[in-house]
């Protein structure tokens, strides 16, 4: 629904992501904040940010995967591991510039997310959840033991990024290199599902049988949305080895995979704009206990039980707000929002 006296004249208009000059305008000072964060904000707030971003992409490809073509995923955070391994084993073993290891890791996260969706021509529901999690298991076993290559537990380094002087690893830098790439991933997000390819992926996800009568190439599809959501965890990866001194193979673990899922049912499943409102609402809830809770539970517990507490205590809470969001709100803040916009532009009317 769009406000009272704004109308589209063309099909281009209709379909436009951004259709109105306020919006237009909203969304240039926003970014023009954005961009501006790291000249006001400290080193932490620019991290975190940053982790943010990263994290936003990596929900983003599994949006695609779950949210659009309805493929239950709960190995997605291994192939972020694959993408963000990449940097540090090219540049160790070949000596590859980091950005030459950008297409690497999305085309590399890509073709795994492949090999291991295979099964998803035969599987659906739980028993595909149970598959990709398995997948996840195998990914992180190969990087522990391999330790030649992967530099097994303790995990591996990579050198800076370094081009023409500048080192693009440096936090002010890598802040601005991960904004453009969210933006970037963002779009092309919008433009997959707009596209006959996003519509093909809903078709499967409401009713397979039917997309099948209906001429669409099951089999090809699957593969694509598998394919292209470890392209963006790829991407995810090599931002986030490269916000870290070290990756090892617990920097993503299962638990991060279904807290994604979580975070897709929070903010709204099948909504681009839902991955960004569920990742801000738990990374915030996350950022309360971290920064408040944590030490005022400090003050009255033993050393030695504070952190435990902590974790367990967060993890509680996590898991009761998703439950809440399943019961009480199935589609999500975003569909909440749209019920806000909508009432705000018919407002005095019912």
Known sequence: MLPSGVFSTKYQTETA?????????????????????????SGYWIGWVTRLAIVIIAVMGLHILTGLAGQLSLGHAGFVLVGAYMPGILTK???????LCLPISILGAGIAGVIFGLPAFRLKGFHLAVSTLAASYIIRWILQHFSSVTG????????????????????????????VMLILATIAAKNIQRRATGRAFVAIRDNELAAQVGGI????????AFFIACMFAGLAGWLWAYAQPRINPDSFT??????WLGI????????????????????GIQLVFSDYLNPFIATFLPQSLTQQVYVALSLIVVGIIIVAFMLYEPHGLY???????????RYPYS
């Open 264 to 283: 897709l049912i929070i903010g709204g499943m099948g909504s681009t704009t839902g991955v960004f409102i569920g990742v801000i609402f738990i990374r």
């Open 335 to 345: 569909s909440r929002w749209q019920k806000i916009k909508a009432y705000y532009r």
């Open 152 to 179: 097994g537990f303790t995990g591996i380094g990579r050198p800076p990024l370094i081009v023409g002087g500048i080192d693009f690893s440096s936090r002010g830098v890598l802040y601005a290199v991960t904004i």
């Open 93 to 99: 073993e070949w000596g590859i510039n980091g950005w």
């Open 254 to 259: 299962a638990g991060d995979s279904m807290l």
């Open 17 to 41: 992501i951004l259709r109105t000059r306020t919006q237009w305008l909203l969304l240039a000072a926003f970014l023009a904040f954005v961009f501006c964060v790291p000249a006001f904000a």
């Open 217 to 224: 190439a099951i089999f090809r599809y699957k593969m694509l």
